[in-house]
């Protein structure tokens, strides 16, 4: 089966340069989360987006941003980045509205292999 | 709020003995848990989820985990440890718009 696909898998980044992480849903899946897992850490979640909107904010820098577009796959836009940025970040994909109409309220997260940015 | 705690942060368990990884919740309401698995530098696989259908959730590679609501449990099983389970085990909730997860627990497979 198809499954979440994030490019790149690694980076590496200077400070204060800008980095932008993609993400490919599942096929049909039409929410996409971004969480960010520092060293040692459990996942935070960042931001979500449903059908092209963005549906929830979390701790999220005011130097990153993110959009989901219309093939529904999905970019983190980084800027200035800083030292504490590097981290694992995952993108994770779920359905949440069903063909037949009704809401999925499971709608479970399907993860990506996450991509691991170093800034140096 | 809803939230999740998992007790131990490293667990060490012989190759062939009991699993146990705990996880207990925290939630004014009927929660959604899942437990998922992180391989060394991989992502996080789902190995199960509680969505009230049944209190005895079977999950991938052998887990299973029981929702207790007496005790506000979500304990993650697997009756005989193998070499391939050294990973770390994170217990989530879902809350509106995302997953809040517990720190995770690191397990050990000792021969």
């Known amino acids: 089966a198809a499954g979440v696909i994030q490019s790149p898998r690694h980076l590496i980044k200077e400070k204060r340069e800008t980095a932008t992480l993609k993400c490919y849903p599942i096929p049909r899946h039409d929410t996409v989360y971004w969480y960010q897992q520092g060293p040692g850490q459990d996942p935070q979640f960042l931001i979500s987006f449903y059908e092209k909107m963005q549906s929830d904010k979390g701790s999220i820098p005011d130097r990153f941003s993110a959009q989901q577009f219309s093939d529904y796959h999905s970019e983190l836009n980084m800027s200035s980045l800083e030292l504490g940025d590097s981290a694992l970040y995952f993108c994770?994909?779920?359905?949440?509205?069903?063909?037949?109409?009704?809401?999925?309220?499971?709608?479970?997260?399907?993860f990506g292999p996450g991509t691991r940015l170093t800034v140096l | 709020a809803q939230s999740v705690t998992q007790l131990g942060s490293h667990v060490s368990v012989s190759e062939g003995a009991l699993v146990l990884l705990r996880c207990n919740y925290s939630s004014s309401v009927p929660p959604y848990l899942f437990w998922y698995v992180q391989y060394p530098n991989q992502g996080l696989q789902l190995l199960l989820k509680y969505t009230s259908a049944a209190t005895l959730v079977k999950g991938i590679n052998g887990f299973e985990a029981e929702f207790k609501k007496s005790e506000t449990s979500f304990h993650l099983t697997k009756p005989s440890a193998h070499m391939s389970d050294a990973a770390e085990y994170f217990c989530?909730?879902?809350?509106?718009?995302?997953?809040?997860f517990g720190a995770g627990t690191q397990v050990v497979v000792t021969p």
């Open positions: 989530a909730v879902k809350v509106p718009g995302k997953l809040q």
């Open positions: 994770a994909s779920s359905l949440y509205l069903a063909s037949g109409g009704e809401i999925r309220s499971t709608d479970t997260q399907y």
